[in-house]
């Protein structure tokens, strides 16, 4: 997973600051904050990140990537 920022689908921005392991499934987490406020850092599952949501019947992505 490619770091830098992402617009999330319901359209607020956010910075992926690592790629991590989970200590005991190996499964890829996400390290990431939102680009404004108090929100702080949260992690996610990366194949949350790959996922699409329907929205009006039309399939977009989760999280796109839209640059450094």
Do not use: N
Not at 28 to 49: A, L, N, T
């Amino acid at each position: 997973m490619k770091l830098g920022k992402y617009r999330h689908f319901k359209w607020f921005e956010c910075e992926i600051l690592w790629v991590a392991k989970h200590s005991e499934t190996l499964e890829d987490m996400i390290i990431y904050k939102k680009s404004y406020g108090e929100w702080g850092v949260r992690i996610r599952p990366q194949k949350m990140f790959e996922e699409f949501v329907e929205i009006d019947g039309k399939k977009i992505p989760r999280f796109e990537y839209i640059g450094e």
